[in-house]
């Protein structure tokens, strides 16, 4: 069991998640710290929403966890180790809690498992991998703590934080799970200590999004309003277009898209089209016959014209040669002839101006309680100081390519490991590990978050919780990840875990 101890006479600046610790409900004396995610109903309704809309596409839009780059990923040693600090425990699964588990070891993926998303502090859409976790109101989710606390960037807790289990390509099968409160232990909250890179998250209950009755509005309504919310850009007339500015009661918005000019180039560019350029007489007759920029476009045109519109052409000849240079003659019988001569010019088309309207609408009716998380996916167990040389399964959905830049992984579907942890530890000063344990596994981030589970069984795809993926190693040094690790779920952890799984959330809808 490890403690990070301030010396005599020393400080500590009060920055960062540090600040937020101290501002929150943990203290000197306690293991655990707590953070709100979302505060209210209304609030986890938004988020949810925020997701879901436009058929998940902020969902589709999210990208693996960006904690670990290529220094990161370190070698494994074999010095220090973790140490127990009270006798190995456990608690049951969901459903399990009065039967005893089996030991068939098998690749079934759990219900229990998925995605957590969140925006980081820079803006960015991201992910790691999480679980469901037994608790007494069925809410509790089980993922990294630097899936939830934003210690890259020194900041709080991410925002729009949600939990989506079965997560499949913007599909949320069971529904979006809003976090309502974050526990991690007060030395990681505090001190950013990857010795308890765990967090345990309280959840509202899920929340379902189909259906629902479009109610067109004001782009005014339309921006203020809280809710699943969609715009649609219609191309319209030019008339309609002016007819729709003029009118002070449309709840549309106007917009054009500028047209763009054709642009000079040669008869061989794909799609290229011929255009006509007048020049004088000379230029024309000392041009060449084919296909090209400044050879003969067919054959002089010849006009008859008045003697007031020669005249004029005449004068204005006079002032702009280069812009009026067809040949004007007077014939024997005093009448007028203007004679053109043209050269071929290619041209990229150009494209017309377009004119659209956007329309707003608010969808109405259309978030629909989905129920405790539990209730529909069950929850693993939790263990606690258990011995290292145990069969454990890792699941996750690994996403990001190793150091070497080779990608195996999509991020799509989960992936798993099974081996026996090892005492090796991360070599990480900067992340302050010291208690890791490790298993010999090759996914790499994206993974992070990911439950390290302990007798998992075949047929009831679940088992103890005893870990989540926190780091990634190259152990030989060949540029693959070949290890991950987990902080050691002590009984420190477990008392995190024990605040967690007593906290209410309730509903959105």
């Known amino acids: 069991m490890k403690r990070i101890l301030i010396p005599a006479g020393g400080a500590i600046l009060a920055t960062g998640l540090l600040a937020a610790g101290l501002a929150g409900t943990a203290s000197a004396d306690s293991d655990v710290a707590k953070d709100n995610l979302a505060t209210s109903a209304a609030n986890a309704k938004a988020i949810a929403s925020f997701w879901a809309e436009n058929n998940g596409a902020a969902l589709k839009a999210a990208t693996e966890s960006n904690v670990w780059d290529k220094a990161d990923v370190a070698k494994l040693q074999s010095k220090g180790g973790y140490s127990s600090d009270t006798k190995p425990g456990s608690t049951a699964p969901i459903g399990e ?22 925006i980081n502090s820079k803006g960015e859409k991201k992910w790691c991998s999480a679980t469901s976790i037994q608790s007494q109101y069925r809410n509790l989710v089980a993922t990294a703590g630097h899936c939830v606390y934003d210690t890259a960037n020194n900041t709080d807790v991410m925002s729009k934080w949600v939990f989506v289990p079965g997560y499949y390509q913007g599909k949320s099968p069971w529904g979006i799970y809003v976090g309502k409160q974050a526990f991690t232990h007060y030395d990681f909250d505090v001190y950013e200590d990857y010795d308890r890179d765990y967090a345990f998250v309280t959840v509202y209950n899920g929340v379902k999004l189909d259906g629902g009755t479009a109610k067109q509005v004001s782009k005014a309504d ?167 040389g145990k069969p454990v399964r890792v699941f996750g959905y690994p996403a990001a390519p190793h150091p070497d830049g080779n990608k195996n992984y999509t991020g799509v579907t989960p992936k798993w490991c099974y081996g026996t942890t090892t005492k090796k530890l991360v070599g990480s000063a900067a992340k302050k590990i010291e208690e890791h344990v490790a298993l010999k596994c090759a996914m790499t981030e994206g993974a992070d978050g990911g439950p390290w589970l302990y007798k998992y069984s075949n047929s009831k795809r679940l088992g103890y919780l005893n870990g989540v993926i926190s780091t990634f190693n190259d152990q030989d040094g060949n540029g693959r990840v070949d290890y991950i690790s987990s902080p050691y779920f002590d009984g420190e952890t477990n008392v995190v875990y024990k605040a967690a799984a007593v906290a209410w959330s309730g509903k959105v809808v």
Not at 97 to 118: A, R, W
Request: proline share 5%.
């Open 97 to 118: 809690e009065k039967k005893t588990s089996t030991k068939v070891q098998n690749v079934n993926m759990p219900k229990t498992i998925g995605k957590v998303f969140f």
């Open 222 to 388: 339309f921006e203020k309003y809280q809710g699943v919310k969609d715009a649609k850009d219609v191309e319209i007339s030019r008339e309609e277009f002016r007819k729709g500015k003029l009118d002070p009661t449309s709840t549309e918005a106007y917009w054009v898209k500028r047209g763009t000019a054709p642009e000079a180039t040669g008869p061989d560019y794909p799609g290229a089209e011929v255009g006509k350029v007048e020049v004088s007489e000379a230029t024309y007759k000392a041009a060449k016959v084919g296909k090209g920029n400044g050879r003969k476009f067919g054959e002089p045109v010849t006009e008859i014209v008045t003697d007031t519109q020669a005249a004029a052409y005449l004068e204005n000849q006079k002032k702009d040669a280069a812009k009026y240079p067809a040949k004007v003659v007077k014939d024997a019988r005093g009448n007028w002839t203007i004679t053109h001569f043209y050269v071929q010019q290619w041209y990229k088309p150009g494209s017309d101006t377009k004119y659209y309207k956007t329309v707003f609408y608010i969808i109405e009716g259309f978030a629909k309680d989905a129920g405790r998380l539990g209730d529909n996916v069950g929850g693993q167990g939790f263990a606690w100081n258990q011995p290292t």
